[in-house]
């Protein structure tokens, strides 16, 4: 009933920019965090970035100063400025999402996205 599409992966080289976007839509009545996962190749999934409704932001260590974390609650949407990338980043994100789907009663969701890669080359 909820999906999360995510937007704005690729190939940048060391240094340069992307912007990922994570797009809400279904039955929705608020969102409550949104948060950005990455999982690289033989590792473990980890949070990278999360943002509550209120807009409270908390970061990863290896991210912070260099990825920015936003949202647009009007357009259900979430967004990951990454900058400064390094090799290291490399990796398939993920957009993931505590849904309210209904307030009356109350049901609620936690939602992932399908995925976007993100290759920084050196």
């Known amino acids: 009933q909820v999906q999360l599409v995510e937007s704005g992966g690729g190939l940048v080289q060391a240094g340069g920019s992307l912007r990922l976007s994570c797009a809400a839509s279904?039955?929705?009545?608020?969102?409550?965090?949104m948060g950005w996962y990455r999982q690289a190749p033989g590792k473990q999934r980890e949070l990278v970035a999360a943002i509550t409704s209120g807009g409270s932001t908390n970061y990863a260590d290896s991210v912070k100063g260099r990825f920015t974390i936003s949202r647009d609650n009007a357009k259900k949407s979430g967004y990951l400025q990454m900058n400064s990338l390094k090799p290291e980043d490399t990796a398939v994100y993920y957009c993931?999402?505590?849904?309210?789907?209904?307030?009356?009663?109350?049901?609620?969701?936690?939602?992932w996205g399908q995925g976007t890669q993100v290759t920084v080359s050196s």
């Open positions: 993931n999402a505590g849904v309210v789907v209904s307030n009356t009663p109350y049901a609620f969701a936690t939602t």
């Open positions: 279904g039955r929705i009545f608020s969102i409550n965090t």
